[in-house]
C-alpha cells in the first residue's frame, strides 16, 4: 500500500513540474508617455490581474505565455510617470502547492504607487500552474478596489481560458459596484480564439476599455501609447492651433439649453442624475453637445465643472457623488474634443441646493452640474 502512495505522488509531482513554467524577466527600458504636459491624468487607482494558470505555461512564439506576460507587465511598469496612483497585482491559478484550486492571492497592494514595489512582486511570479479561477480573481478584485476613492483601471493580463464558470457575471457585478468610476483593459497572450472573444466581452462590459493582444504592446512606443489611452485623457490644441483665445478665435457666449445663474455659471438643467447615481442619462446628450459647441470655438477658456446633490444620506457620501457626477460631465467633454486640461472637476456635496430638497422635485433639480466659465 505505501508502494503504491508512493508511485501515486511520484506521477502526481511529475505532472506538477510538467505544468509549472519557471520565468525569468528581461531588463526593461521603455520610457513614460512623451509631452506629459499636454495629458491629464484620468485614473487614480489600477490593478492587474496576472493569469499565472497552467495554460500560460505553454510555448507562445519565443517564449512562454506566462514570460511574455509578465514581460509585458513589466513595460507596462517603465512606462507609468510618477504620478499619484494607488497600485496592485492580484494574480491567480499560481500554486503553492501540490493540489491548489482556485488560488487567487493579491501580491502587492492596494498600496501608494512604486514602480519597484510592482516590480518586486512580479519578481515572485515564477511558476505558472493550476487552475484559471478568472471569475474568482475578479470578485476579489471588485473587494481590492472597494475601499478606494476616485476611478479605477482595473488591466487583465490573460491567455482567455477560464476553468471557472460566471466570468461574464463577475465582470458585471464589478461595474454595478463602480458604475463609471471604473474601466475594464484586457492584454490577450496568445491567440486563441475563443479565449480572445471572452476578453473582448469583459472589456465591453467595462464601458471605457478595451481589448488588446500583448503582441501590438510588444514595442515601448506601442507601450507607452497603451499606458497613455489608460491612464490619461489627452489634451487639443484650440480652434487656429495657436492654444491662445484671440482675435482669431470666436469665444463662447450661452449655449442653447442652459441658463446663467447669479454667480455667473451655466446651469444646464437637463444634465440630471438619479438618485445615488453619476451616470449622465442619455437626455443630458443634446444640451452637453451645445456645450462643446461652443466651447470648441475658444478651447483655452478655462472650465469649473461644478457638482450637487439632494440631502439624500450622509454630507461625506454626496460630496463623493457630487465629484463624480462633476468629472462625468468632465470625460463627456474630453471625449468631445474639448481640451482637458481646461477643465476642473469639484464636488460641492448638498451644500449648495438650488431648490428645496423637500419635495421629489426639488431634490431632482438639485442632483445636478453647474459649468463656471473663468
Given at each position: 500500500m505505501k508502494r503504491h502512495m508512493h508511485?501515486?505522488?511520484?506521477?502526481?509531482?511529475?505532472?506538477?513540474?510538467?505544468?509549472?513554467?519557471?520565468?525569468?524577466?528581461?531588463?526593461?527600458?521603455?520610457?513614460?508617455?512623451?509631452q506629459q504636459a499636454r495629458l491629464v491624468q484620468k485614473a487614480d487607482n489600477f490593478l492587474v490581474i496576472l493569469d499565472t494558470s497552467e495554460t500560460m505555461a505553454g510555448q507562445y512564439k519565443t517564449a512562454s505565455a506566462l514570460q511574455l506576460a509578465t514581460c509585458t507587465v513589466a513595460r507596462?511598469?517603465?512606462?507609468?510617470?510618477?504620478?499619484?496612483?494607488?497600485?496592485?497585482?492580484?494574480?491567480?491559478?499560481?500554486?503553492?502547492?501540490?493540489?491548489?484550486?482556485?488560488?487567487?492571492?493579491?501580491?502587492?497592494?492596494?498600496?501608494?504607487y512604486e514602480k519597484s514595489g510592482l516590480s518586486e512582486a512580479l519578481g515572485n511570479v515564477t511558476l505558472a500552474c493550476g487552475d484559471s479561477p478568472m471569475a474568482k480573481a475578479l470578485t476579489r478584485a471588485t473587494e481590492d478596489l472597494k475601499p478606494l476613492s476616485g476611478t479605477s483601471a482595473v488591466i487583465l493580463v490573460s491567455d482567455?481560458?477560464?476553468?471557472?464558470?460566471?466570468?461574464?457575471?463577475?465582470?458585471?457585478?464589478?461595474?454595478?459596484?463602480?458604475?463609471?468610476?471604473?474601466?475594464?483593459?484586457?492584454?490577450?497572450?496568445?491567440d486563441d480564439y475563443n479565449g480572445a472573444k471572452l476578453l473582448e466581452q469583459i472589456a465591453k462590459i467595462g464601458g471605457c476599455g478595451?481589448?488588446?493582444?500583448?503582441?501590438?504592446?510588444?514595442?515601448?512606443?506601442?507601450?507607452?501609447?497603451?499606458?497613455?489611452?489608460v491612464f490619461f485623457t489627452n489634451t487639443c490644441p484650440d480652434a487656429d492651433g495657436d492654444s491662445v483665445c484671440d482675435g482669431k478665435d470666436a469665444c463662447p457666449g450661452t449655449p442653447a439649453g442652459a441658463k446663467v445663474n447669479a454667480q455667473g455659471c451655466w446651469v444646464i438643467e437637463d444634465v440630471l442624475f438619479d438618485l445615488n447615481k453619476a451616470v449622465l442619462k442619455p437626455a443630458a446628450a443634446p444640451v452637453l453637445d451645445q456645450c462643446v459647441a461652443v466651447l470648441k470655438k475658444c478651447p483655452s477658456v478655462k472650465i469649473?465643472?461644478?457638482?450637487?446633490?439632494?440631502?439624500?444620506?450622509?454630507?461625506?457620501?454626496?460630496?463623493?457623488?457630487?465629484?463624480?457626477?462633476?468629472?462625468?460631465?468632465?470625460?463627456?467633454?474630453?471625449?468631445?474634443?474639448?481640451?482637458?486640461?481646461n477643465l476642473s472637476a469639484q464636488g460641492f456635496g448638498l451644500s449648495k441646493?438650488?431648490?428645496?430638497?423637500?419635495t421629489p422635485q426639488g431634490r431632482a433639480k438639485n442632483r445636478r452640474v453647474e459649468l463656471h466659465v473663468k
Open positions: 508511485v501515486f505522488v511520484s506521477l502526481a509531482l511529475a505532472a506538477f513540474l510538467f505544468g509549472c513554467a519557471a520565468v525569468t524577466q528581461p531588463p526593461q527600458a521603455c520610457s513614460p508617455p512623451a507596462m511598469n517603465q512606462c507609468i510617470p510618477d504620478i499619484r496612483l494607488n497600485g496592485g497585482l492580484r494574480v491567480y491559478g499560481r500554486g503553492y502547492w501540490l493540489f491548489s484550486i482556485g488560488q487567487t492571492d493579491l501580491l502587492y497592494g492596494m498600496t501608494p482567455g481560458k477560464a476553468t471557472d464558470q460566471g466570468v461574464t457575471e463577475a465582470a458585471q457585478a464589478m461595474k454595478k459596484a463602480f458604475g463609471d468610476r471604473v474601466c475594464i483593459y484586457t492584454i490577450q497572450i496568445g478595451f481589448s488588446v493582444n500583448a503582441d501590438k504592446l510588444a514595442g515601448c512606443s506601442e507601450m507607452s501609447a497603451f499606458v497613455e489611452q469649473s465643472i461644478e457638482g450637487h446633490t439632494d440631502n439624500t444620506g450622509s454630507a461625506g457620501y454626496n460630496l463623493d457623488l457630487s465629484r463624480r457626477r462633476a468629472e462625468a460631465v468632465q470625460r463627456y467633454f474630453a471625449e468631445h474634443g474639448i481640451c482637458a486640461a441646493p438650488a431648490a428645496s430638497n423637500s
